[in-house]
């Protein structure tokens, strides 16, 4: 059973670009969370999605970040018009629909120059 | 509302040295209380978890008892190992009707030969 899947691991963007990050829960897991963590912080929560639908997005900053978790394919997290501010590790983590242990993928470590 | 506090690092210790690391909390409600232990360049792994009081979590020799009296969750192992070096976060799930899991701001463990 693979774990949570993230990609790309790294990725590199220039201000004003766009960065897509992906994630792929473990099989059988139908929710899903994005986290934050900035160079010697912790883990800040941004948001919960189930399929199809944001349960809760209050940790999502209110403007260039939006996340989705459609049907088919893996959840989207993406920052518009990036800033060096943005640079950070993002984790995804899935549970079960009926778990309260969350299982996390490696990180996207984005860099914005 | 909901917090997690930790024990500030970095924490140096020699090998096969008694580990603790403190952590205590603010929640309302019974939350479930966990370890996750982030080693160098890779996501979170839970380390233990707790899910009410009294309840200890135990896992490749690392303890943590649920201590509602104290709102504490203090990790502790008795003989550290160079590989035991990475950063620790206690967390904790508030038990609503999703589980948004909170997270301390971490502790750097380096355990040195």
């Known amino acids: 059973n693979a774990g949570v899947m993230q990609n790309p691991r790294h990725l590199v963007r220039r201000r004003g670009q766009e960065a897509r990050l992906r994630c792929s829960p473990m099989?059988?897991?139908?929710?899903v969370y994005w986290y934050r963590q900035l160079p010697e912080e912790g883990l800040k929560f941004m948001v919960y999605?189930?399929?199809?639908?944001?349960?809760?997005e209050s940790g999502m900053p209110k403007e260039r970040f939006s996340a989705e978790f459609p049907k088919e394919g893996p959840s989207i997290l993406r920052i518009q018009q990036v800033v060096r501010g943005d640079s950070a590790a993002y984790f995804c983590?899935?549970?079960?629909?009926?778990?309260?242990?969350?299982?996390f993928g490696p990180g996207t470590r984005l860099l914005v120059l | 509302g909901n917090s997690v506090t930790q024990m500030e690092g970095p924490v140096t210790l020699s090998e096969e040295a008694f580990l603790t690391i403190n952590c205590t909390y603010t929640?309302?409600?019974?939350?479930?209380l966990f370890w996750y232990v982030q080693y160098p360049g890779e996501g979170l792994q839970l380390l233990l978890k707790?899910?009410?009081?009294?309840d200890k979590g135990s896992n490749k020799g690392f303890e943590a008892t649920y201590r509602k009296e104290t709102t504490s969750f203090h990790l502790e192992k008795g003989s550290v190992q160079v590989s035991d070096s990475a950063v620790y976060f206690c967390?904790?799930?508030?038990?609503?009707?999703?589980?948004?899991?909170?997270f301390g701001p971490g502790t750097s463990l380096s355990v040195i030969p």
């Open positions: 983590a899935s549970s079960p629909p009926d778990g309260e242990t969350q299982y």
């Open positions: 099989k059988g897991h139908s929710h």
């Open positions: 999605l189930q399929k199809e639908n944001i349960i809760d």
């Open positions: 929640a309302t409600g019974y939350p479930s």
């Open positions: 707790a899910t009410k009081a009294d």
């Open positions: 967390a904790l799930s508030d038990g609503t009707s999703y589980d948004k899991v909170i």
